[in-house]
Nanobody, 127 residues
């Protein structure tokens, strides 16, 4: 089970920090049979897009070009929680944000490669 939190209504330029708490899914950095973890977002009327992820067996994250330099994903293995601090938010960042888990090993950006999904948390960026 994955549970996201931290979404809010903010103004352009603001910052937020999203959390994804996992139970029953082992973060894959230190576990041979663990899962890779990722963040996706879906704006109203649009497809679900990749944001950032840790592949299985890797502590190096990769990012979508639109968020690189503004978002920095991290993990707390002891708490089985993944974080996504978001800086300098823009109206284009408005979306429902989802965390996901799957046996990914490559730098995939496809939602279909992930098996487990949270319910999402909403971010609205507006002045």
């Amino acid at each position: 089970q994955l549970v996201e939190s931290g979404g809010a209504l903010v103004q352009p330029g603001d910052s937020l920090k999203l959390s994804c708490a996992a139970s029953g899914v082992t973060f894959g950095v230190y576990a041979f049979s663990g899962y890779g973890m990722g963040w996706f977002r879906q704006a109203p009327g649009k497809e679900r897009d990749f944001v950032a992820a840790f592949p299985r067996h890797s502590s190096t994250a990769y990012y979508a070009g639109s968020v690189k330099g503004r978002f920095t994903v991290s993990q707390d293995i002891t708490r089985n929680t993944m974080f996504l601090p978001l800086n300098n938010l823009k109206p284009a960042d408005t979306a429902d944000y989802y965390c996901a888990a799957g046996p990914i090993v490559s730098n995939t950006t496809s939602p279909s490669d992930y098996q487990n999904w949270g319910q999402g948390t909403q971010i609205s960026v507006s002045s």
